[in-house]
């Protein structure tokens, strides 16, 4: 977090590390008196080498009485007891292995999610024991048995059958009777009455000694559904969760200023109406609330869908879930976190992450239609079969057989399996996604701008010479640049601490310039630090080394400003992304803030066009011009001086290393330092559009074949199930494509 | 029909101790990281601490 108008710079460094570890300290339970319990999210661990190294540092660690690391899950989980160690020291331990961690949302969602899985893996298992073993008593019915035999098998089946469907059908019937109780048929009502008819009409033959049963039309249907059910909640659970804890959208607490300036961490679920909240940019709103000082532009996309930055100012109310973008906040609380739009907060993020791209829309609208439509095309079949002389059983048979063909499983799965797989593609490759529609529109993208600094290059410039100051001038210096997260600031900052200067404490005013710098007050005397323009400074135009290299100015009250002359590394991997994208007629720019010399620098050996002493609102502009005549634009920015550009545009990806408010804004984020992240994503994105449409197309061509062989009768109850599923299992198949061929020639194939 | 007798049932009581055993692996948890069991077996170091046990599978907030 960048610190806040009233904050001294200190008291950002220390607040922002105090805010996470409360963040931590939110997360952690105690299972039982005297032992604390913590979940973290580790991005980083990839192979059996990291979880030796965690669990052995963690297993060495004073006080802890347990320690696991899940590698699929990318977690690590801690038990230790309260007495010995602090959470500090654990999370220390395991960044001391070298792994980063976050704070794991664990909600009471995730635990009905896994206790949900574990009930229809149980359900899995059962029918499929059911299924295989009257598939061996039919295989011998259809050998040729007769009289007793035949007789024998079918009672068994039918022994078999009956409980299995009474308990592994439930989910499909509860699911049918809830959408009949509010007047709709739902996919499940066809499916249920298929599996109730087919065992339905088999019990009566075998109690009348009849020759045919279709026990295991019923419980084969049974285990193949809930077999493609667990396959696509497996994948989305995967997807969603790794996006989730990354991203980290729903805070657990936020800071309040009390009477007497102080401030304060509080959980959210302590704050009442009345209290005054501060919001540093990259915040979301915990709670409705007024606006009383600082102004800001919001994102609200999450409440209105709309990705357009609004500006607010003092007096303007903002509801909970609101993001800031560029500007510190505070707000005055209007209800507590309960009562206010907060629980609403978590249901639209978790919707927004499960929210579908126009073409899953598309099929579940489809779907919709279809339900009805399949109880009348079977009832259709059997009355003309009816009127055509066949028995009532045979012309009943049918119209299930047509009821389990028609069932719209593969249209229902074509996009979100798709999307889903994409999801865990791009996790593997160390990008987040945290918006299935935003990689629908990635693959509709026409330009992309990338910032400089902490995109094209690596945002961690070093400091190549700088002025003589004297020792109190240092120490305001270095003050005045830990107030600030930009790249050139920390730089400064740490060139100069590790020159042994410590900061000075009586910085007041300070106030961060988007774009320009950071300035403050000292002893009545102002202090600025940040570009040549914002310190009244000459530019230089002279510059000899081979190196993008960047100058920061300082400027004591009046005197003329001295300069620091920084260097900053390129990211490895752009030619290759730049590349990749203007293969695909993807248009590319470079957009900076910084002076000419520097983005020239960097962007020419890319053969980039680009902009430089761009500020905030001219990124925007570019963006929305761009957008407006060429078509959906990428926007990849470390957002600290283009978040509203990361969200106007309509797709935008952001560095892990990005500020937080670029990881809020952005709709990707890609760990690791090579940028050709940026060229994967979109060829995954690429990718999955072409697979959905093969998706659909194969949903659509199945059921133009199946549909009129079953109501011809050529096709039984059993048939049906097995081609119906087959379609299923094609859909998925072909979606399990998408991660083929998406690396670029030169990538390892590293699945990991 | 006398052997059918012995053997229907006694591929039922087979089959049930299929069920049985993945029902059991279900139940301790051996699904949850199918990616860091098998790279476990590969690890060459003294054995690990034991897991943390979960209570009631239902992590509750503090606050």
């Known amino acids: ?752 | 029909m006398n052997v059918l007798l012995f053997l229907i049932p006694a591929a039922l009581c087979l089959g049930g101790l299929g069920l049985l055993a993945f029902l059991w692996s279900l139940k301790t948890d051996q699904y949850d990281d199918l990616e860091g069991e098998a790279e476990r077996i590969l690890i060459d170091r003294p054995a690990a601490p034991p897991p943390p046990r979960k209570t009631g599978g239902d992590l509750k907030d503090r606050t």
């Open chain 1, 1 to 752: 977090m960048s610190c806040c108008a009233a904050a001294t710079p200190e008291l950002a460094a220390d607040a922002a590390e105090a805010a996470r570890l409360q963040e931590f300290r939110l997360a952690a339970t105690a299972p039982r008196p005297g032992v604390h319990l913590l979940r973290l999210a580790a991005p980083d661990l990839r192979c059996g080498a990291c979880i030796a190294a965690v669990e052995e540092a963690l297993s060495s660690a004073h006080g802890v009485l347990g320690a696991r690391a899940n590698l699929a899950a990318k977690t690590i989980t801690v038990e230790w007891r309260e007495d010995a160690a602090p959470l500090s020291e654990m999370i220390g331990v395991v960044e001391g292995a070298g792994y980063r961690v976050f704070p794991l949302e664990e909600d009471s969602g995730d635990s009905a999610d896994r206790a949900a899985n574990r009930a229809l893996l149980t359900r899995l298992a059962v029918s499929g024991f059911a299924a295989a073993n009257i598939m061996l008593l039919s295989v011998s019915v259809w050998a040729g048995a007769e009289g007793a035999a035949r007789d024998l098998m079918h009672w068994v089946s039918a022994l078999i059958a009956l409980p299995t469907v009474v308990y592994a059908g439930q989910p499909f019937f509860r699911s049918a009777l809830a959408g009949l109780r509010a007047w709709r048929l739902n996919m499940d009502a066809p499916i249920s009455l298929a599996i109730l008819l087919a065992a339905g009409v088999s019990l009566f033959e075998v109690l009348n000694g009849g020759e045919e049963a279709y026990f295991d039309a019923a419980v084969s249907l049974i285990f193949l559904l809930l077999l493609g059910r667990w396959l696509d909640g497996a994948m989305r659970a995967g997807a969603r969760s790794a996006a989730r804890r990354l991203a980290q959208l729903a805070p657990r607490g936020a800071w309040v200023l009390l009477p007497g300036g102080e401030r304060d961490y509080r959980p959210l679920a302590a704050l009442k109406a009345g209290d005054r909240v501060l919001l540093s940019p990259g915040d979301r709103a915990p709670v409705d609330g007024v606006v009383e000082a600082g102004e800001a532009q919001l994102d609200r996309s999450i409440l209105t869908g709309e990705s357009a930055p609004v500006g607010v100012a003092p007096g303007r109310r903002i509801e909970a879930g609101a993001l800031a973008l560029d500007g510190a906040l505070t707000l005055r609380a209007d209800a507590p976190a309960a009562q206010s739009t907060l629980a609403e907060v978590s249901r639209l993020v978790a919707a927004a992450e499960d929210r579908k791209s126009g073409l899953a829309r598309l099929a579940d609208k489809a779907a919709r239609v279809y339900a009805p439509t399949v109880h009348l095309a079977a009832l259709l079949a059997t009355a003309v079969w009816l009127l055509a002389g066949a028995s009532p059983r045979d012309a009943l048979l049918i119209g299930v057989a047509v009821l389990i063909v028609t069932c719209p499983c593969a249209l229902g799965l074509a996009a979100p399996m798709a999307q889903a797989v994409a999801c865990g593609a791009l996790f593997r490759r160390g990008i987040m996604l945290k918006d299935g529609a935003a990689l629908e529109r990635l693959a509709t993208v026409r330009g992309a701008f990338f910032d400089k600094t902490g995109v094209l290059t690596l945002g961690r410039p070093n400091v190549l010479s700088a002025p003589d100051l004297s020792a109190s001038q240092a120490a305001a210096a270095l003050a005045l640049a830990s107030s600030s997260r930009h790249p050139f600031a920390r730089a400064v900052a740490g060139h100069l601490s590790a020159h042994g200067f410590e900061p000075v404490a009586a910085l007041e005013a300070v106030r961060e310039h988007p774009g320009s710098g950071v300035e403050a007050m000292l002893g009545g005397e102002r202090i600025r630090l940040g570009a040549a323009a914002f310190c009244d400074a000459a530019e230089e135009t002279q510059y000899a080394d081979d190196e993008a290299v960047s100058r920061v100015w300082l400027r004591f009250g009046e005197a003329a400003p001295v300069r620091f002359v920084l260097t900053d590394a390129p990211r490895p991997g752009a030619a290759e992304a730049i590349g990749a994208l203007r293969r695909a007629s993807v248009s590319v720019e470079a957009l900076s803030g910084d002076l000419e010399a520097p983005v020239r620098r960097v962007a020419e050996p890319l053969a980039l066009p680009w902009r430089a002493k761009q500020s905030p609102q001219d990124k925007i502009a570019a963006v929305r011009r761009a957008g407006e005549s060429d078509g959906p634009v990428l926007m990849v920015g470390d957002g600290l001086n283009d978040a509203p550009a990361l969200a106007a545009a309509e797709v935008s990806m952001a560095p892990s290393e990005a500020s937080d408010v670029g990881r809020a804004a952005a709709d990707l984020v890609f760990t690791g330092a090579s940028l050709s992240a940026v060229s994967t994503a979109y060829r995954v994105a690429r990718r999955t559009r072409a697979i959905i449409l093969q998706n659909f197309a194969i949903a659509a061509g199945y059921n133009l074949i199946a549909v009129p062989l079953a109501a011809a009768g050529a096709a039984g109850p059993l048939e049906a199930a097995v081609a119906m599923s087959t379609s299923s299992l094609l859909v998925t198949l072909n979606a399990l494509r998408i991660g083929w061929g998406v690396d670029a020639p030169s990538q390892s194939g590293d699945r990991r």
